[in-house]
Nanobody, 125 residues
Framework: QVQLVESGGGLVQAGGSLRLSCAAS????????MGWFRQAPGKEREFVAG????????YSADSVKGRFTISRENAKNTVYLQMNSLKPEDTAVYFC??????????????????WGQGTQVTVSS
């Protein structure tokens, strides 16, 4: 099993930046694709970004492309989401997610089966 703990959320003005972090427990981090999802009030959970096990390949949703960047440090068991040029519509709870061990797929929501508790991001206009 892997446990995921997000941090770095908060309140920021439109146009600002935040970096979310997600620390994973155990020794299986480098064997798993990692991703970020978000859920705004009254909306379905949205897949935001995913990254391969090695970190060599990444996916971003069209809604955040060019503004958000996912990265990982396998030596630190940590995945990041750098969020720039934030907009009020980015307001949501952001969840870190992990895929099953040894899976090569990282760019579909169905690639993930473990989630953290989430961290709130609020962007004011």
């Amino acid at each position: 099993q892997v446990q995921l703990v997000e941090s770095g959320g908060g309140l920021v003005q439109a146009g600002g930046s935040l970096r979310l972090s997600c620390a994973a427990s155990g020794r299986t981090f480098s064997y798993r694709a990692m991703g970020w999802f978000r859920q705004a009030p009254g909306k379905e959970r949205e897949f935001v970004a995913g990254i391969s096990r090695s970190g060599g390949s990444a996916y971003s949703a069209d809604s955040v492309k060019g503004r958000f960047t996912i990265s990982r440090e396998n030596a630190k068991n940590t995945v990041y989401l750098q969020m720039n040029s934030l907009k009020p519509e980015d307001t949501a709870v952001y969840f870190c997610a992990a895929g099953p061990m040894y899976s090569d797929s990282y760019n579909y929501p169905s690639d993930y089966n473990r989630w953290g508790q989430g961290t709130q991001v609020t962007v004011s206009s």
